[in-house]
């Protein structure tokens, strides 16, 4: 392949397969096709507030659950997180893929 013909083809790979940023606000993901948003976002527990010296404290927990991919859950209480994923590698309404045995030469 030439030189030309190779940067062509980089071209063509960069305007099919372009580059996004990992990084970004949950507001800013692609919301799933039957619903319209990404996420879920709940406080569970005790939510209610209570004076405790110089400010309030609350013992709820944050969850923020992933609809685009089913398993992926994040939990946090006062600063601290975990996140956690159980699932099969697949996002929801993607086509899934079964690669099928080749056949005998």
Do not use: H
């Not at 619903?35 to 709940?42: F, T």
């Not at 507030?49 to 923020?64: D, F, L, S, W």
């Not at 859950?73 to 600063?79: D, H, L, M, R, T």
């Amino acid at each position: 392949m030439s030189e030309e013909e190779a940067e062509e083809w980089k071209a063509k790979q960069a305007e099919a397969d372009p580059a996004v940023d990992r990084f970004k606000p949950l507001n800013e993901d692609v919301p799933v096709k039957s619903l319209e948003v990404a996420w879920l976002s709940k406080a569970c527990g005790d939510t209610q507030q209570y004076n405790k010296g110089e400010g309030t404290i609350t013992y709820a927990v944050n969850v923020i659950r992933s609809l685009r991919w089913p398993g992926a859950v994040s939990v946090a209480k006062n600063g601290k997180y975990c996140s956690i994923y159980v699932g099969d590698g697949m996002k929801r309404g993607d086509n899934a893929f079964n690669p099928i045995e080749t056949p005998d030469v």
